[in-house]
């Protein structure tokens, strides 16, 4: 790292005004090949408009490679109230970092970073910093490229420039990427020079699908290479493999061993690319000219690790020993699709494989990559293309892509739905992973604790299956196949949604998530292609074990098509029998573009082909969790209880499946157990929820004091709307409505929430007597929101079930039910109005509907038995033993009103 005056060529910018304007005054990149070399000169001049920008400017970083060149300082000013202040001249100096920025990622290329905490900056200030770096590349020769990053706006500066020179008889090619215009280089002094203003006007906009050359940003590139054979003939010597096996080394007995195991040249191909991705670490080493220069073979081999470059130049030496045509290739992993459109130079690459021909077929073999298989061997990497390295030269060649021999991932899953459609669902699944999806697991086995390894399943098995636990779960490698199995048995919440009584369940299945609408209505799109994603493939076929009905499941959607949209091959065959439903789903993504001119018909495709969602419908006499014999006989939930004690087992110290466990037993209305599970939550680390659900279960048990006790403690821990809501429902009981009435009114909250506690307060006012004082709260906030369907409902139901103003129940339940278009709840609120009015037919018609739609509602499962009664049916008190089975606070709640249950 040197201190000296910029170079002469270099010319200096003056600072503009300090303001007004952006924080950017000076952008300026200056760029000179000269003699093999590459100089790069910057000058930055910001502003320190505040202290987010002074902490993150304040530090100064510089980066350079030393066996290449070297970092050379000019200035580092403060420009304060037009004065300036030398921090160099006042004794300041960078401080040399030769820690390896990216050590973890296995990356050691030699760098340096000079680092300044600048003394003395202030916000207002100006800081002012130019350095140079030279650059000569041992294994370019006397060869030189330099891309710069043309800034565009929103960027912003006052003064910003990219400037490239050279000597003018050198031979030197010179382009602009995404269309800019370049002036034709200025010749002066012996040297020609390019100078563009930057920030360029702001790139128009670029559809999010369109392939990555439409959508990068602007470069400025400009070299000594004529083309890309010239390109080839200069790395090609790098790959030389003439003599770097020696016989009778370790590499040599490698070879022998692998051409007596193998007879078949692919076989043998795929034998040494699997030593070379399994048994050789990757390690990027770019010291010592190492960016393009590789380590030998045997370095590699004794090292036991190695980066692409040497990965490579080491299975292409045992490929060429077994006689098998192959060659190093370069390949770009970010820009494979732009690389057509730069300046050759190698800096267009990033990456560096093997191009195999055996039985004249191309194979792209990477020796970074994991998994290489028999299966897998045949797909080519989304690189694009890929330049051959030849001592005669070579142009791009491109890596078209073709269908995968195997799937990337099959899957075999079952859902057990057999204890009801609406209580949690077990479930059963085993997928196969293979290339690189296999080998990322395949580092998880043996390398982690078994709790992050049950980790790593669930995380895989969520992503696959949507939320749920894993009680059982394992995960095994395949050495002989390079493919990983993941196995896992669980539990999840049920996915069964449900819409006027009607059960229907949806699925995450691969051909779901195709669409193709590409937008291209602006003209000047219509000539981009599409992006498709890939290559991918899975294969998934899926089991549903349903509950007994005497009435068909049915498919709703698409069940089984053959398709192809904007390549994407899929498939799905789909049927119901004998209590299950069998999906069979696969997609294939190739990967590629889709030509302007196809995108149309593509288009039309899709469209004809249209909503590939598949539903299965439930009948309606399907098994839910309140049925009678649910609470008679639990055999049909012994699975689901054996899953919770196995996930308990697991995990003794996850109190959220306990709860977890508590809401099921809940729902299914083995109370005690659930209770059983809250005291043990509470006993260790209950919150408030916890007491709130173990109040509501004692409410129904009927044990209102300790009822009263869980819902206080749940109010001393967070007194909470939701904690003060429970507390007014159990005081009443023990005359306390007044104090419930109090705390309500002291609550604050949304508007939605303090209407709910306006009408709760309404309710607690009507059970002191006070009915009118309570009808004129709803009437208030009827006024507020003027035929609002739930206000409407609200004052239905006050009035109906305290018989209040009957006389006014019949239009005014009506008019509730006609605003809220279709509502259980609100025909249940009628059928109580009409109910008070005797019209008994008319009530038990609302609670007939209502009940067809939500047969859950005990509440209207209640009064369908009350209305029986009065009618002389004595099917009527079934009814009324079975809601209160189901909610045995309906008999309390219902005395209120006088309406008693026998």
Wanted: aromatic share 8%; charged share 25%; hydrophobic share 40%.
């Amino acid at each position: 790292m040197l201190y000296e005056p910029a170079p002469a060529w270099v010319v200096e910018a003056s600072l503009p005004e300090v303001r007004p304007g952006p924080p950017l005054l000076i952008f300026d990149d200056q760029r000179r090949i000269d003699e093999g070399r590459l100089w790069t000169y910057a000058d930055r001049a910001v502003r320190i408009d505040n202290p987010q920008m002074l902490t993150a400017i304040g530090t100064i970083q510089a980066g350079w490679l030393p066996d290449k060149g070297d970092l050379i300082v000019h200035r580092v000013s403060i420009v304060r109230n037009g004065s300036v202040i030398d921090v160099l001249g006042q004794g300041a100096k960078f401080e040399i970092l030769r820690r390896e920025r990216q050590l973890e990622q296995r990356m050691i290329d030699g760098s340096r970073t000079a680092t300044l905490a600048v003394p003395g900056l202030r916000v207002g200030d100006v800081l002012r910093v130019s350095y140079t770096i030279s650059l000569s590349d041992q294994a370019l020769d006397k060869e030189v490229q330099a891309t710069a990053v043309l800034p565009s706006a929103p960027t912003e500066a006052k003064f910003g420039r990219v400037r490239m020179s050279w000597p003018a008889d050198a031979d030197i090619k010179w382009t602009a990427t995404q269309s800019v215009s370049v002036p034709e280089p200025v010749v002066r002094d012996g040297f020609a020079t390019l100078e563009l203003k930057v920030p360029l006007a702001e790139a128009p906009p670029m559809p999010d699908d369109a392939p990555l050359r439409y959508r990068m940003p602007p470069l400025l590139q400009v070299g000594t290479f004529a083309d890309w054979p010239e390109v080839s003939r200069v790395m090609a010597p790098l790959f030389a493999t003439e003599g770097t096996i020696a016989p009778g080394s370790p590499i040599a007995r490698e070879v022998e061993r692998i051409e007596a195991a193998h007879a078949r040249p692919l076989e043998r191909a795929v034998a040494a690319l699997r030593v070379v991705q399994d048994e050789i670490a990757y390690m990027l080493n770019g010291m010592e000219g190492g960016n393009y220069i590789p380590q030998s073979p045997q370095q590699t081999w004794d090292m036991r690790y190695g980066d692409c470059k040497a990965k490579t130049l080491l299975l292409l030496a045992m490929l060429r020993e077994m006689g098998i045509d192959a060659e190093a290739v370069t390949v770009s992993s970010s820009i494979g699709d732009a690389i057509p459109g730069m300046l050759p130079m190698p800096g267009a690459f990033d990456h560096v494989i093997v191009h195999a021909v055996i039985d004249g077929e191309d194979f792209w073999l990477d020796g970074t990559n994991y998994g290489a298989s028999m299966d897998v061997v045949r797909e080519v990497p989304d690189f694009h293309y890929a330049l051959p390295l030849r001592l005669a030269g070579a142009d791009l060649m491109p890596m078209l892509q073709r269908p995968q021999q195997a799937y990337d991932q099959v899957g075999k899953i079952t859902f057990d739905h057999r204890a009801g459609l609406d209580v949690p669902a077990l479930f059963e699944a085993e997928w196969t992973l293979t290339g690189g999806n296999a080998a990322r697991y395949r580092a998880v086995i043996g390398q982690t604790a078994d709790d992050q390894t049950q980790h790593y399943i669930q995380d895989f098995a969520r992503g696959e299956l949507g939320d749920g636990q894993v009680y059982d779960g394992q995960l095994t490698y395949d050495e002989a196949s390079n493919t990983a199995t993941i196995r896992v048995k669980g539990l999840m919440t049920s996915p069964w949604e449900w819409d006027r009584g009607v059960g229907t369940r949806k699925f995450g299945l691969a051909t779901q998530s195709v669409q193709f609408r590409p937008d291209r209505a602006r003209a000047a799109w219509r000539d981009i292609p599409v992006a498709v994603p890939g290559p991918y493939s899975e294969d998934n076929e899926i089991t549903v074990l349903l509950p007994e009905s005497a009435k068909p499941y049915a498919i709703e959607g698409k069940p089984s098509f053959d398709a192809e949209i904007a390549k994407i091959r899929l498939h799905r065959a789909a049927a119901l029998a004998g209590g299950r439903l069998t999906i069979s789903d696969r997609a294939s993504w190739p990967g590629g573009e889709i030509a302007p001119a196809e995108v149309a018909a593509e288009r039309q495709k899709a469209a004809r082909f249209g909503n590939s969602q598949l539903v299965l419908r439930a009948p309606a006499d399907a098994q839910r969790r309140y049925e009678a014999a649910s609470r008679q006989d639990r055999k049909r939930f012994t699975p689901i209880e054996a899953a919770y004690a196995r996930l308990i087992e697991r995990e003794p110290d996850d109190l959220d499946i306990y709860r977890g466990r508590a809401q099921f037993r809940a729902a299914t209305w083995d109370w005690q157990g659930a209770m059983a599970d809250l005291d043990t939550v509470i006993d260790r680390e209950g919150n408030a929820d916890d007491y709130l659900m173990r109040a509501a279960l004692r409410t129904e048990a009927g044990t209102l004091e300790d009822a009263l006790a869980d819902a206080e403690k749940a109010w001393e821990l967070e007194p909470s709307l939701t904690a003060a809501f429970a507390l007014a429902d159990i005081l009443p009981y023990f005359d306390r409505a007044d104090e419930a009435i109090s705390m309500l009114e002291e609550q604050a909250g949304n508007a939605e929430q303090q209407r709910a506690i306006a009408m709760a307060v309404s309710e607690l006012e009507a059970q002191l007597g006070r009915k009118e004082e309570g009808l004129d709260r709803i009437d208030d906030l009827l006024a507020q929101r003027p035929n609002d369907p739930d206000m409407l409902n609200a004052k239905c139901w006050y009035q109906a079930t305290w018989n209040f103003r009957a006389e006014e129940l019949a239009d005014l339940c009506t008019q509730a039910v006609e605003k809220a278009v279709f509502s259980p709840p609100v025909l249940d609120s009628r059928a109580m109005g009409y109910y008070r009015l005797g019209r008994y037919a008319d009530a038990l018609k609302d609670l007939e509907a209502a009940l067809a739609v939500s047969p859950e509602l005990a509440p209207a499962l209640f009064m369908r038995g009350v209305v029986k009664r009065e009618m002389g049916n004595r099917e009527g008190e079934n009814d009324i033993r079975e809601a209160l089975a189901r909610q045995p606070s309906l008999e309390r709640l219902y005395a209120r009103y006088g309406i008693k249950a026998g």
